[in-house]
């Protein structure tokens, strides 16, 4: 099989801001929500927290080095709102003006793409205790901290990316509370949804004011699931899924509504506000679309058993779904430009005595994946760039440092970097040496 790609294709690769930076306590910064969570016991795998993580806060230079070597052309990261506005509301900070203005500088002089994302889920814990995504002022916070992002780094950053994947912060956040805020009420979830979703559109209209440089779009992470047989009640149940896990996201953007299906349930009511529905819908310039290739099934419909194999936190393997995924949002968004701004898996990495890092099963992971996306772009599918999750390994959420996603190992106990197999792999395929 030849990986070969368009000479434009981006290629990137990902993190967020809690799961390297570390230096929580740094310059001013404040808690987040994730900082209260990880402080609950029982929350995180081993009581782990991000109070170092990757420490890039400190080594960015390192890595920004070490993405020189693997040829990277573009980094996907997040800006900590709790860096710069800490109480959520008032202040902007400028030291962490300063520090990701010094992190943009050093990619833009090792020839990187700047990719930030303005949210990967570490809202201010000062907005949570008033109420979090279920207040609609939060919506209103978000924008003014936007605002400030737009102007203090407008000339560095290449693209920017609203929200880090809606259906997390509504879901894991807020229904099975496997993510912070932790919350389990089915009821917050529209709530949450409508106002992410605003956010997201208030975001868009102050960048048109501000920059306007056909750069900003969202993530979403997607589901379009297979249904089990080809009964009715089946391809019903997958219809409905697909309402719930991704429709509820893309038809307010893309479309200006909530799914019609949702209309009559009383459990579903988007507190919606005049002028809200034009707000989100507004033109973006490319869907951010970040796979988990996952098919599990959701919400009263039966999970069907996988026969694919599965990835060290048992998520099954299934590259056809990213197919799927990319065929259905292609349709959906009108040929809007896509970026894959996540692809990536957890394999259970360490330093072998030759002193490298043989992750085969993530190389395999990601040949598989990067087929797919080949085979994408030869059928007219507008797949621009790639990214893999992630640059480096990092806080896992609740799975803390127990899983590992890096395609550079990081050793926590000395901070050291290794790059693993799966980095020579990747540099391999961006250099156009691609006979794997
Ligand atoms: C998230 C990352 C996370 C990764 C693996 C993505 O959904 O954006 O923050 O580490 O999945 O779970």
């Given at each position: 099989?030849?990986?070969?790609?368009?000479?434009?294709?981006?290629?990137g690769s990902a993190t967020a801001?809690?799961?390297?930076?570390?230096?929580?306590?740094?310059?001013?910064?404040?808690?987040?929500?994730?900082?209260?969570?990880?402080?609950?016991?029982?929350?995180?795998?081993?009581?782990?927290?991000?109070?170092?993580?990757?420490?890039?806060?400190?080594?960015?230079?390192?890595?920004?080095?070490?993405?020189?070597?693997?040829?990277?052309?573009s980094y996907r990261f997040s800006?900590?709102?709790?860096?710069?506005?800490?109480?959520?509301?008032?202040?902007?900070?400028?030291?962490?003006?300063?520090?990701?203005?010094?992190?943009?500088?050093?990619?833009?002089?090792?020839?990187?793409?700047v990719v930030a994302t303005?949210?990967?889920?570490?809202?201010?814990?000062?907005?949570?205790?008033?109420?979090?995504?279920?207040?609609?002022?939060?919506?209103?916070?978000?924008?003014?901290?936007?605002?400030?992002?737009?102007?203090?780094?407008?000339?560095?950053?290449?693209s920017?990316i609203?929200?880090?994947?809606?259906?997390?912060?509504?879901?894991?956040?807020?229904?099975?509370?496997?993510?912070?805020?932790?919350?389990?009420?089915?009821?917050?979830?529209?709530?949450?949804?409508?106002?992410?979703?605003?956010?997201?559109?208030?975001?868009?209209?102050?960048?048109?004011?501000?920059?306007?440089?056909?750069?900003?779009?969202?993530s979403?992470?997607?589901?379009?699931?297979?249904?089990?047989?080809?009964?009715?009640?089946?391809?019903?149940?997958?219809?409905?899924?697909?309402?719930?896990?991704?429709?509820?996201?893309?038809?307010?953007?893309?479309?200006?509504?909530?799914?019609?299906?949702?209309?009559?349930?009383?459990?579903?009511?988007?507190?919606?506000?005049?002028?809200?529905?034009?707000?989100?819908?507004?033109?973006?310039?490319?869907?951010e679309?970040?796979?988990?290739?996952?098919?599990?099934?959701?919400?009263?419909?039966?999970?069907?058993?996988?026969?694919?194999?599965?990835?060290?936190?048992?998520?099954?393997?299934?590259?056809?779904?990213?197919?799927?995924?990319?065929?259905?949002?292609?349709?959906?968004?009108?040929?809007?430009?896509?970026y894959?701004t996540e692809?990536?898996?957890?394999?259970?990495?360490?330093?072998?005595?030759?002193?490298?890092?043989?992750?085969?099963?993530?190389?395999?992971?990601?040949?598989?994946?990067?087929?797919?996306?080949?085979?994408?772009?030869?059928?007219?599918?507008?797949?621009?760039?790639?990214f893999?999750w992630?640059f480096?390994?990092?806080?896992?959420?609740?799975?803390?440092?127990?899983?590992?996603?890096?395609?550079?190992?990081?050793?926590?106990?000395?901070?050291?970097?290794?790059?693993?197999?799966?980095?020579?792999?990747?540099?391999?395929?961006?250099?156009?040496?691609?006979?794997?």
């Amino acid at each position: 099989m030849h990986l070969v790609f368009p000479k434009e294709f981006i290629w990137g690769s990902a993190t967020a801001s809690y799961q390297v930076e570390g230096a929580v306590s740094e310059d001013g910064r404040k808690p987040s929500i994730w900082d209260h969570f990880c402080s609950i016991p029982g929350k995180i795998t081993h009581g782990d927290t991000g109070d170092i993580a990757a420490d890039q806060y400190h080594r960015y230079y390192e890595d920004v080095e070490i993405m020189k070597e693997l040829g990277l052309q573009s980094y996907r990261f997040s800006i900590a709102w709790p860096r710069i506005i800490p109480d959520g509301v008032g202040q902007v900070n400028g030291l962490a003006i300063r520090y990701y203005r010094n992190l943009m500088t050093t990619l833009k002089d090792a020839g990187i793409r700047v990719v930030a994302t303005l949210y990967h889920w570490d809202l201010p814990q000062a907005l949570e205790e008033k109420g979090g995504w279920r207040n609609r002022d939060t919506v209103q916070a978000f924008e003014t901290y936007a605002i400030a992002c737009f102007t203090h780094f407008g000339d560095l950053v290449d693209s920017w990316i609203t929200i880090n994947e809606p259906w997390c912060i509504a879901y894991l956040g807020h229904e099975t509370g496997e993510h912070a805020p932790g919350h389990t009420d089915q009821n917050e979830v529209p709530k949450v949804i409508h106002h992410v979703n605003l956010a997201h559109g208030k975001a868009v209209s102050a960048y048109r004011k501000i920059i306007n440089n056909d750069a900003i779009g969202i993530s979403w992470n997607l589901f379009v699931h297979r249904p089990a047989t080809r009964r009715t009640k089946d391809l019903e149940a997958a219809k409905m899924a697909l309402v719930y896990e991704s429709r509820v996201f893309t038809d307010p953007v893309l479309h200006g509504t909530y799914p019609e299906e949702l209309q009559d349930n009383p459990k579903w009511k988007f507190p919606v506000e005049s002028g809200d529905m034009e707000e989100i819908s507004q033109k973006i310039d490319f869907n951010e679309t970040v796979i988990t290739s996952s098919e599990k099934s959701y919400k009263g419909y039966v999970s069907v058993p996988q026969w694919q194999n599965t990835t060290s936190q048992k998520w099954p393997i299934t590259p056809v779904a990213l197919l799927r995924v990319l065929r259905w949002i292609t349709a959906e968004s009108q040929n809007t430009p896509l970026y894959i701004t996540e692809n990536g898996c957890a394999t259970d990495d360490a330093i072998q005595e030759d002193g490298r890092v043989h992750d085969y099963q993530r190389i395999d992971y990601l040949r598989r994946h990067l087929e797919v996306c080949k085979d994408a772009i030869g059928e007219g599918i507008p797949l621009k760039g790639y990214f893999v999750w992630s640059f480096i390994d990092n806080f896992e959420w609740a799975w803390g440092y127990n899983k590992r996603f890096g395609i550079v190992y990081c050793n926590y106990e000395n901070q050291t970097r290794t790059i693993k197999d799966s980095g020579y792999f990747i540099r391999d395929i961006i250099s156009g040496y691609c006979e794997y």
